[in-house]
């Protein structure tokens, strides 16, 4: 039936489109410097972390994957803070309202960042929510990770271990 | 015919889509910008039970049926 | 020979067959939240009264398997006008209708699969569905596809030896786009063909009474046996900055039997502090006949096919909807992340343009609101339909 064709058609056309969409940026370089002001009121700038081994999560209360991933990057920071290791939050929205009482239900210890403006997103061109990006001690991009699926907090345990140990 | 109309709508939208394929198109929505579209406000379907009944009342009372689906938007995350 | 029975519906079972799936609703690289939702609906108007709960569970897991289940039942009460005119007295009915989905996502595109069963003490209806969706464009753009087969048996209560089927085939494509950070828009196409007995086996045409013009003889409907129509609607939302919704679309429909229907929809979605959420919406629904539709023939088998069901008529239709959500537990409590609790009322006037009110040349000649067949007026009635329902999010 001819309608049976042009849906096979239209399903062939659509594996077509997204096979020609896959595109990676892959990490490396020296991570570009910033200065947001943060939860606790001061300004913290990504110079001041230099010799730590750094863990950027842009994240927002509205992005289902974010709130789940929150809890295990918490624990992650407590476990290595001792060792050279500091997990920094990046807030990705306008209004902080909604993230500030998030955060007040699910309190985090380590430092939450407002980029207000997206200045940072934009300098980190940040395309998945979540995005982590792990910096190395000397201020390198190492790993990046788009989005965040049950389990990837394995992988994110093993970049944090190799990363410390350098 | 009715049937060739059809084909013709879909098989345009479909062209439409696979030409921009062609060249890597930035979104112009960035992921940390859905802020609004995640809002369950926007959500095509929030009370999916609801509105499963009320399709059901519209069918049972007209002569028309269907082209009524739908989603997308959200928080675009993953 | 006029036939009359005693016991005649004409509660049109044919929407049993027509059971609309739950809205596939397509997800941009995450499964919709875990809930659970109970429903009372109550649908009023025409001498029909339509009552009933509805169940709705879903739960994912590991982020990528998700399952779905609905229980959905009709309590009817009928004394419509179709069920005056043939002399029936009022029935009573039940339609029991149960749905499973299944959905897996994987990467940007999730598949979903869903079982829907329906069914009355003469109708059942069995229908199988497939889809999947696909995020593009940085997420901007959904496309989205579906097929669905449908299978009925059409019983009639009063005839035990009666048994017909129907077979139904759907296709559906959809794309959805983000067009601005406050502005999504969607476009769905959907053809549906039907194949069997397509008619209610107890309706029926009425055609002048060769005996006596003023009055009219009740004959059983005759349809075609097949039917395929097409839909395409489109439809956006914008958010409002001060934190507020607006939303429309329209929907064109044709179809075999020369139906064209327009239907214009506009709603607003108004949030008030943290708690509640308010709604108003407005549609509009016109139809123009079906080819073999008549309100009056002029004699017994005038046509190959001969129908006089209102649905299949010239009319429009115009629906106001108030509600109110108010939203609880919002910070949790035990496993509730969230809940809801809603009331919704639509009120809709329906107009016909080709359907009279057989009932007035049914009276005595003498009764001052006597008109002969033909010349009696236009029929109208209003609805009332109600939704309560409270919904958790787990």
Redesign the interface.
């Known amino acids: 039936m001819s309608?049976g064709k042009w849906?096979r058609a239209?399903?062939l056309s659509?594996a077509l489109?997204?096979s020609s969409?896959v595109s990676a940026s892959t990490p490396g370089g020296v991570a570009p410097g910033f200065t947001l002001p943060s939860r606790a009121g001061d300004n913290v700038s990504l110079e001041q972390l230099k010799g730590k081994v750094v863990m950027l999560n842009f994240w927002a209360s509205w992005c289902?994957?974010c709130r789940t991933e929150m809890p295990l990057l918490e624990q992650m920071h407590k476990r290595y803070s001792s060792l050279g290791f500091t997990l920094v939050g990046v807030n990705v929205e306008a209004n902080t309202a909604d993230a500030e009482r998030w955060l007040k239900?699910t309190p985090v210890s380590f430092p939450v960042l407002f980029d207000r403006e997206s200045k940072v997103s934009k300098l980190y061109d940040v395309?998945a929510m979540p995005s982590t990006v792990f910096i190395d001690r000397k201020g390198n991009i190492r790993y990046l990770h788009r989005?965040y699926?049950?389990g990837d907090e394995s992988e994110y345990l093993n970049q944090i271990r190799a990363l410390i140990k350098e | 015919m009715?049937?060739g109309?059809?084909a013709k709508?879909?098989f345009s939208?479909l062209l439409i889509?696979s030409l921009?394929a062609c060249g890597n198109?930035?979104?112009?929505?960035?992921?940390y910008?859905?802020?609004?579209?995640a809002?369950p406000?926007?959500s095509?379907?929030l009370?999916?039970?609801?509105?499963?009944?009320?399709?059901?009342?519209?069918?049972?009372?007209?002569?028309?049926?269907?082209?009524?689906?739908?989603?997308?938007?959200?928080?675009?995350?993953? | 020979m006029s036939l009359v029975r005693n016991k005649a519906r004409f509660f049109?079972s044919m929407?049993a067959g027509?059971?609309?799936?739950?809205?596939?609703?397509?997800?941009?690289?995450?499964l919709p939240?875990d809930r659970a939702?109970a429903?009372y609906?109550r649908?009023e108007g025409g001498g029909v009264t339509i009552q009933g709960p509805?169940v709705?569970v879903r739960k994912k897991m590991?982020?990528k398997y998700a399952v779905s289940a609905?229980y959905?039942q009709d309590m009817i009460t009928s004394a419509s006008i179709d069920v005056e005119v043939s002399g029936a007295s009022e029935y009573k009915e039940q339609r029991d209708q149960y749905q499973l989905g299944f959905e897996y996502l994987r990467g940007?595109?999730t598949y979903n699969l869903s079982y829907t069963n329906s069914e009355e003490n003469d109708y059942k209806a069995q229908t199988a569905s497939f889809g999947l969706?696909?995020?593009?464009?940085?997420?901007?753009?959904?496309?989205?596809?579906?097929?669905s087969r449908g299978s009925d048996k059409v019983r009639n209560s009063t005839d035990p030896s009666f048994e017909r089927d129907i077979d139904r085939w759907?296709?559906?494509?959809?794309?959805?786009?983000?067009l601005?950070?406050?502005f999504?828009a969607?476009?769905?196409?959907?053809?549906?063909t039907d194949e069997g007995f397509l008619n209610n086996p107890y309706r029926s045409y009425r055609y002048i009474d060769p005996n006596d013009t003023r009055r009219f003889i009740l004959a059983q409907e005759i349809y075609p046996r097949t039917r395929?129509?097409?839909?395409?609607?489109v439809?956006g939302?914008y958010?409002l900055p001060y934190?507020?919704?607006v939303y429309g679309g329209y929907?064109f429909?044709?179809?075999?039997?020369d139906?064209r229907?327009d239907?214009f929809e506009l709603g607003y979605?108004h949030?008030i502090k943290q708690q509640w959420?308010l709604e108003a919406r407005v549609r509009y629904?016109q139809?123009d006949n079906?080819e073999f539709y008549e309100d009056l023939f002029g004699r017994v088998d005038q046509q190959n096919f001969m129908a006089r069901d209102k649905?299949?008529s010239t009319f429009n239709?115009i629906a106001f909807r108030i509600g109110a959500s108010y939203e609880f537990a919002q910070?949790?409590w035990r496993f509730v992340k969230k809940g809801s609790v809603?009331l919704?009322y639509?009120r809709i006037e329906?107009k016909y343009d080709d359907f009279r009110d057989a009932r007035v040349s049914q009276l005595l000649p003498t009764d001052p609101n006597y008109r002969p067949a033909g010349s009696e007026p236009l029929y109208e009635f209003g609805a009332n339909?109600i939704?309560a329902?409270v919904?958790i999010w787990f």
Not at chain 3, 186 to 192: A, C, K, P, S
Not at chain 3, 228 to 233: G, H, I, L
Request: glycine share 10%.
């Open positions: 309608i849906m239209a399903a659509g489109i997204v969409l289902g994957p239900d395309n989005g699926k049950p | 009715i049937k109309f059809a709508v879909v939208m889509w921009s198109i930035e979104p112009w929505v960035k992921p910008e859905r802020q609004q579209l809002d406000i926007m095509p379907n009370h999916p039970i609801s509105a499963s009944y009320m399709d059901h009342v519209w069918e049972a009372r007209e002569g028309a049926r269907g082209a009524l689906g739908g989603g997308g938007g959200g928080c675009g995350c993953n | 049109c929407v027509s059971v609309v799936a739950l809205p596939l609703v397509s997800s941009a690289g995450v939240d939702d429903l609906h649908y509805s709705l590991a982020e609905n959905y940007k595109t969706s696909q995020d593009l464009f940085g997420d901007l753009t959904t496309i989205s596809m579906g097929f759907s296709y559906r494509v959809g794309v959805s786009q983000i601005t950070k406050s999504i969607t476009m769905n196409l959907e053809v549906i395929t129509s097409n839909a395409v609607a439809n939302r958010f934190r507020a919704a929907r429909f044709t179809d075999t039997w139906i229907a239907t979605i949030p959420t629904y139809q079906a649905e299949l239709s910070t949790g809603n919704f639509d329906f339909v939704q329902f919904s």
